[in-house]
């Protein structure tokens, strides 16, 4: 079966997606047609965060509320720097290896929803004086963007919140077409795509797409074949992968502007 809660990031013909639920340290990289174990991560875990690319990524935090990050070369896996604050469902992440942003995630004691918000320069993490405004929503949101240009969306009860940070102020933007939590997200601060996800709680999952063209969110006429939340996902708005997910799925779809190829994701 599928994992759920892991990472991933990349492209369609260069993915990377790695640890997950049930806890594996598993690292698989896709090349747009097939997927392909490669050297695993030094610690399994699950809701974790991540960011860059196939041949440079971050692993961001995850089970037991960690404050471990580790970083892939392409090859091999290592420790990178420690979070200042630990987090798990540290799933509002994104940028790059050498200069990512973690807004909020569950802190200790578990369960406390965070409104910290980290940046990472390739070797240690900062904590900013800046914070999320809605911290209930950071364990269940998704952001996408650059360390200074990053736009969240969805929440805790499936909010349709939407908000853009500048690299100093977090600004609501229009809401999203349908609320949504748990998805995959994917994109820039002015071009970015919401995918699956919870539309109504836990035990829906969706397959509907949801676009930002840097004012509004519409929903796109393409779905998915398959509903799923805690999905890993990697790409732009004009081509984004979707892997794994709950309820145990272990199909991978390739969103390429209005059309939707299934593939079959390969697991150990």
Known sequence: GGKTQLGGCGTVTAGLIFAGEPATTATEEYD???????NALPTGGTDVGSAGIQTAALCIGGTNTTDKTFEYDGTNWTNGGDLNTAMRFAVGSCGTQTAAMLTGGYQTPPGTPSAIMQSYDGSSWTTIPQTYPVSADTPAFRTSG????????????????????????????????????????????????????????PGSYSTQ?????????SSSPATFSTGRSQAAGGGSTS??????????????????????ATKTLTTE
Do not use: C, R
């Open 146 to 201: 650059t360390q200074t240009a990053i736009i969240s969306a969805g929440g805790s009860s499936q909010a349709t919140t939407s908000k853009s940070w500048d690299g100093s102020t977090w600004t609501a933007n229009n809401a999203l077409a349908t609320g949504v939590s748990a998805q995959v997200q994917q994109g820039t601060q002015t071009a970015s795509l919401v995918a699956t996800g919870h539309p109504a709680g």
């Open 239 to 260: 081509a984004m992968f979707v892997a794994n997910g709950a309820p145990s799925v272990d199909a991978t779809e390739v969103y390429t502007g209005p059309a939707l």
């Open 209 to 217: 797409l949801q676009e930002w063209d840097g004012t509004n969110w």
């Open 32 to 38: 747009g047609t097939s997927w392909t174990n490669v």
